[in-house]
């Protein structure tokens, strides 16, 4: 008799093969998350103290203008007087300048970026105009680790990713297999369920790996986001967070017979986490009487400690609560999915 | 399902007949244990599904009628897979061989033919080395020399002593393939025996079909009355006598079409099958045509 394969070794093969053979999937997984860090990463740039544009209407004493905030570092762009609204409103400049006596500026109340080149450009020309400082403050720029806004949102793009390839992964296989009757025709061999539930997180895992090393090795290599923690605490993590998305998968597609019914319980599931877990802004812009509620979220979970490792370099101990959050998270789905899986 | 008491025996082939909806699904899916049956006892290989579901399903080779394979893997890691799940049995290149898809090893499943795929199928339902092999409409949908390759796989399955359970709505399958025949109708088994007792029990073996031009009636009684006719039926266009004595009631049929002055627009003559053990039991076809 000839030897038997694993079967536990031949169902992960067999569902990885799946998802590597499926150019939309592993778009997703991979390409997507690194194109949104590169546009978001080129789009937020910090430009640091680069120079201010200023803008000058071309009339009667504008030349004069232009001159003296060139030297004083600015970048001057001229405008025609019946320019100057839309530029302003297009963002060409964040203030104009009217020559006169008075001069008169044209900015943004509601932009800071305005107000603070309106705020600059009035110092220039107030000293241009022979105001005489009484002292000189010393400047000291602050260099935090990790105080950019691509610092900021690389491990919530990962959370995300994470979230959405953890419910996808294992959701779709599932309910995929479940409408084709394959999940029928499996339980009628000998197979154990076990087994086949396991190959759905182990081959979960090998995915995992691959998309946290593009993940944050893209950021590192083309944005310099470093990973101020431990490797180890990323990794670990990065697999409870797999985890626990795999329970909420396997609980949301339990019962699920179509793909579209999957689908919009998938969605029902990530957009409130898409929205208040803090991927592209901090979850602390929602009002007070909801943060308890966004803290128990998995994804919040994830994302906080994934922060807490990569930018702030905090030691494992740290992140426990949100551990404990995810652990839960995962282990209560999967005992749920056990009661309610529907193999037929 | 109603009161199905049925005995398949080790090494036969049996075949469940029947029109879509009969119950033969259910009835199959029951024996498979995917199926709970509400009432009865249910007995394979001596064992009981609630008692030792574990152990059977290792002697069981099962094929389901919509399963659809994963698209994207090969033939041969789909065996490897399902081979995996039985603790004994061929290698997958054994199976390859048992089915004829040496060639496609390599191929993505969605890549295969109709019968290549039911083939496939076949080879999953093999990987066990199974005792007994379920089989629902295995050659539904398939073009007829993908049906004869599929039949010599069964048949040589059935020649190293496997028993076989076929389900089936192609009645020359079923006397092709099968030692013996349960025919279904609405959840109710209406006949049992082997293809050919099935046929004797008609009276007849034969059937004269005709239809006469449109204006001509005669009264089925003068049919029934020909020498020889057994049985006597009309579905919406053809008259169907039963015959014993084909030489004699092909010849006093055209007498009495002559002296009532009916022409014939259609005549044709063929032994019995299994299809007119269907017609005859229900009154109906065995298949919507």
């Known amino acids: 008799m000839n030897k038997r394969p694993n079967p536990l070794v031949e169902l992960t093969l067999s569902r990885f093969r799946e998802f590597v053979r499926e150019p939309e999937a592993v778009f997703w997984v991979f390409a997507f998350p690194v194109i949104m860090t590169c546009a978001l990463g080129i789009a937020f740039r910090s430009r640091g103290e680069g120079p201010v544009i200023a803008g000058v209407v071309q009339q009667a004493g504008g030349d004069e203008l232009a001159d003296s905030l060139s030297r004083a570092g600015f970048t001057v762009r001229r405008f025609a007087p019946d320019d100057v609204e839309s530029a302003l409103r297009d963002g060409r400049a964040p203030v104009v300048v009217i020559p006169g006596s008075p001069p008169i500026y044209r900015y943004d109340v509601a932009r800071a970026e305005s107000q603070l080149a309106r705020l600059a450009v009035d110092n220039a020309l107030q000293k241009a105009a022979g105001r005489a400082d009484p002292f000189t403050a010393v400047a000291q720029p602050v260099e935090a680790v990790g105080s950019r806004y691509i610092d900021w949102l690389v491990p919530g793009l990962l959370g995300m990713n994470i979230m959405g390839t953890g419910l996808w992964g294992v959701g779709f296989a599932i309910v995929n297999a479940r409408a084709k009757k394959l999940l029928k025709r499996l339980v009628a061999t000998p197979m154990a369920k076990s087994h086949y539930l396991l190959s759905l997180v182990l081959s979960r895992m090998a995915t995992l790996t691959l998309e946290v090393v593009v993940i944050i090795g893209f950021a590192w290599l083309f944005f310099g986001v470093a990973v101020h923690g431990a490797i180890w605490a990323l990794a670990v993590l ?97 005992v749920l999915s056990l009661k309610l899986f529907r193999w037929q | 399902m109603n009161g ?125 080395e199974p005792e007994l092999l379920f089989l629902d409409e295995p050659t539904t949908g398939l073009d007829p020399q993908s049906r004869r390759q599929l039949w010599e796989v069964l048949e040589r399955f059935g020649a190293n002593g496997g028993t076989i359970l076929i389900t089936t709505h192609y009645m020359d399958e079923a006397h092709e393939l099968c030692d013996r025949v349960g025919i279904m109708d609405q959840g109710k088994l209406i006949a049992l025996g082997t293809p050919r007792e099935l046929v004797a029990s008609l009276g007849a073996e034969h059937v004269v079909e005709f239809a006469m031009a449109e204006g001509s009636s005669i009264d089925d009684a003068l049919f029934g009355a020909l020498p020889g006719v057994r049985d006597v039926r009309r579905d919406a266009a053809h008259l169907h006598l039963s015959t014993s004595e084909l030489h004699l009631t092909v010849p006093a049929l055209l007498d009495l079409l002559r002296q009532r002055d009916a022409r014939l627009s259609q005549l044709g003559t063929h032994s019995a099958t299994l299809e007119d053990v269907f017609v005859t039991l229900t009154g109906r076809q065995l298949r919507d045509e």
Request: a neutral charge; charged letters at 20%.
């Open chain 1, 238 to 334: 990065a697999t409870l967070g797999a985890l626990s998305f795999g329970g909420l998968g396997l609980l949301v597609a339990s019962r699920a017979r179509t793909i579209e019914a999957v689908s919009g319980l998938m969605n029902l599931v990530m957009l409130p986490m898409w929205v208040l877990s803090g991927v592209f802004f901090a979850s602390s812009n929602f009002p007070d009487g909801i943060q308890p509620f966004i803290h128990v979220l998995p994804l919040t979970a994830l994302n906080d400690s994934l922060r807490m490792i990569v930018n702030e370099g905090r030691s494992f101990a740290a992140v426990l609560p949100q551990v404990g959050i995810m652990a839960a998270w995962g282990g209560i789905s999967f």
């Open chain 2, 4 to 128: 199905l008491d049925l005995k398949v025996l080790r090494g036969e082939c049996f075949g469940l007949l029947g029109p879509n909806g009969a119950g033969k699904t259910t009835t199959i899916e029951i024996l498979e244990g995917l199926l709970a049956a509400d009432a009865g006892e249910v007995e394979v290989l001596g064992q009981r599904w609630d008692r030792d579901g574990t152990a059977l399903r290792a002697r069981l080779g099962i094929q389901l009628q919509e399963t659809q394979l994963a698209e994207k893997l090969t033939v041969a890691e789909t065996l490897r897979m399902f081979r995996s799940f039985y603790p004994q049995g061929p290698s997958v290149d054994q199976l390859l061989e048992t089915v004829e898809l040496g060639s496609k090893r390599d191929a993505w499943v969605k890549n295969l033919s109709g019968g290549q795929k039911q083939r496939l199928s076949v080879a999953c339902a093999l990987a066990g």
